[in-house]
């Protein structure tokens, strides 16, 4: 797993940026004109009310989806102007998911999980092997490998979601509500290891939270709110 | 690309879908190999009746050995050439009387059905060294006595060993024996004295059809092209095998189009059946396949990995129809020869090419069937993989 360091320089800019849904004819303007930069290697979190539009922005900075108008640019990459094709690609790249409800897949096991981003490298199976026991080792998971997610407590699947957002080695790790569906205990643990991965690997981690004790482990808080940053 | 066991446990973890949907599949390729090993069946029985050192001769106009005549003198012309092995028994030609007779099924339904009878010198038998008698014993030349085909002994009243039938009013027939000739189409026939059979029917003077062996399979075009130059002989020669091998495509293409048909029909559902069970497996796994699109999957690896799935679903399919289908070995089947409007008993024949081509045939009802559902998870969106 390589380090990184915070150098300062912005990771994620986002520039005079739109987002409109419609409702029918009706158009729901989601983000309006919104500047942001999120400095490489730092843990910043985002928080606000309910459709304050914070799941789109954490869209747009992980390549989920592209603005309606204005720049996106992502470690060096225009977001704005890729193909479908291309954001996939550069999400396996560049991104690594950590999502609400974990989102393992149910019928492979906490390795195979953990192995799916490399798939889509040109790594062969002793190299994927390897990455992938370094990983769980990092979520201190090593000896659940061959565990199923049911078999696993919603924190430890939280960890193996970790342990698969990390192992291709991302610049940048996005995580919606990463202790929404978690006990106190095991969003604390969860927590604690999003820190080390920030400050021992310096990932740097964008996260969308509702939990003031989660916001409060990252460096930066920023609040939306009607689709702007307050 | 996503890996092939993420699709393989996607669909053991789904057992009773999985099950339900490949079942239906298995029935369609039941069906699908069936009507093929039916038509198989046909063709064995009535294709491989024939040699290629025989010719039959029919009068010409006449298609079929039942709708031809031949009288004496022609028998005679027939023998007149150097292409005829004359030390074959009959002196390489006999002349045989067939006869179409309806006999009531020995099973009680009180239905009915056609027998072919055929009446032959005393030779006809060693005539035919692939007939053998496997019990009782060979008529008496210039009796009443008669041997039935194994395919058909004991399937009709009084057709049976030790028992009698008649063609004409108080004429009995005495069946004393069944024969076998390897699982041909004469398997499914009667055969008894010609003199006794062409009097039960007012015909002493002629015959049906004439058997000619040859010196040699390559002697047929020369011995063809004599007799049928001489146009007041007014004859048809064909090979015994070609003749047969007509025979069988008439009725095997019959039995195979219908049961096509039927495998057709039964395809649409089970189609459907595969859509459906796709469709909702794409439905419930929208999260999965969001995440997957998230995780930086292309649209192609999942429309790929959708498309494997059903193939495996119809596969699975596939390997239960072939399973059962493989017990219709056991069964006869009694159908009509459309030449002679007898009927022959045939077996289900399965060939590995006809197990490839019903497990071609699984294979692409699951590739329509998982298409619009595959199509479907391309399209989901990896925002998906965002909503709680």
């Known amino acids: ?230 | 690309m996503v890996p092939v066991r993420y699709n393989i446990r996607s669909l053991l973890v789904r057992k009773v879908t999985t099950f339900a949907t490949a079942i239906g599949i298995a029935l369609v390729v039941f069906v699908f190999a069936a009507a093929q090993m039916l038509g198989e069946g046909v063709n064995r029985a009535l294709a491989n009746s024939g040699r290629t050192d025989t010719v039959i001769v029919l009068r010409k106009g006449s298609d079929a050995e039942l709708s031809s005549t031949l009288d004496g003198e022609r028998l005679n012309m027939l023998r007149s050439n150097s292409a005829v092995a004359s030390s074959a028994p009959g002196g390489g030609v006999i002349g045989e009387s067939v006869l179409v007779i309806t006999a009531e099924l020995a099973d009680g339904s009180g239905g009915i059905s056609n027998v072919l009878l055929r009446g032959m010198p005393a030779d006809g038998m060693k005539f035919r060294p692939e007939a053998r008698i496997v019990s009782g014993r060979a008529p008496s030349p210039g009796t009443n006595e008669v041997i039935v085909g194994k395919s058909i002994s004991g399937r009709f009243e009084g057709i049976a060993p030790g028992k009698t039938f008649e063609v004409r009013r108080n004429r009995p027939l005495l069946v004393v024996g069944e024969f076998e000739t390897g699982g041909t189409s004469y398997q499914s026939e009667v055969w008894g004295d010609l003199d006794t059979i062409r009097a039960s029917v007012g015909r002493e003077s002629v015959v049906s059809s004439a058997r000619v062996r040859l010196t040699s399979a390559s002697a047929f075009e020369g011995y063809r092209a004599a007799m049928e130059a001489d146009k007041r002989l007014n004859l048809k020669v064909m090979r015994e095998d070609d003749y047969f091998k007509k025979a069988s495509e008439q009725t095997s293409g019959f039995l195979a189009g219908m049961g096509m048909v039927i495998a057709i029909l039964f395809s649409i559902a089970a189609m459907i059946g595969a859509a459906i069970t796709m469709n909702g497996a794409v439905a419930n796994r929208t999260r999965e396949i969001g995440t997957l699109r998230a995780l930086g999957f292309s649209r192609l690896a999942i429309l790929t990995s959708f498309m494997l799935e059903a193939i495996f679903l119809s596969l699975i399919g596939a390997a239960i129809g072939l399973l059962f289908v493989q017990l219709l070995a056991l069964v006869s089947f009694p159908t009509m020869n459309f030449q002679t409007f007898s009927e022959i008993v045939i077996r289900f024949a399965a060939t590995p090419a006809i197990m490839i081509s019903s497990t071609i045939f699984a294979v692409a009802m699951g590739l329509l069937g998982g298409l619009a559902p595959a199509i479907r998870a391309a399209r989901i969106s990896p925002v998906e993989a965002m909503r709680g």
């Not at chain 1, 915070?6 to 029918?24: E, H």
């Open chain 1, 1 to 230: 797993m390589a380090t990184e360091s915070s150098n300062g320089a912005s990771i994620v800019t986002l520039k005079d940026v739109t987002k409109t849904f419609y409702r029918g004819k009706e158009p729901i303007h989601v983000l309006a004109g919104l500047d942001l930069d999120v400095p490489s290697g730092s843990f910043e979190a985002l928080m606000g009310p309910s459709g304050s539009g914070k799941s789109t922005l954490l869209n747009l900075i992980a390549g989920l989806d592209r603005p309606t108008s204005g720049e996106v640019t992502v470690a060096g990459a225009n977001l704005s102007r890729m193909s479908d094709g291309q954001l996939a690609k550069w999400r396996s790249q560049t991104i690594g998911f950590v999502f609400q409800s974990f989102n393992l897949i149910p019928v492979l096991t906490a390795a195979q999980n953990v192995e799916l981003p490399l798939l889509l490298t040109d790594l062969g199976g002793a190299d994927r092997k390897s990455r992938v026991a370094t990983a769980l080792r990092v979520v201190g998971l090593e000896d659940r490998m061959d565990h199923y997610p049911r078999q696993l407590s919603g924190g430890q699947e939280q960890r193996v979601a970790i342990a698969r957002a990390i192992v291709n080695d991302p610049k940048i790790i996005v995580a919606d509500e990463p202790t929404g569906d978690l006990d106190r205990k095991s969003a604390d643990d969860v927590l604690t290891l999003m820190d080390k991965l920030n400050k021992e690997l310096g990932k740097t981690i964008f996260m969308v939270t509702h939990d003031p004790a989660a916001a409060e482990k990252a460096s930066v808080q920023r609040k939306l709110d009607k689709g702007a940053l307050q």
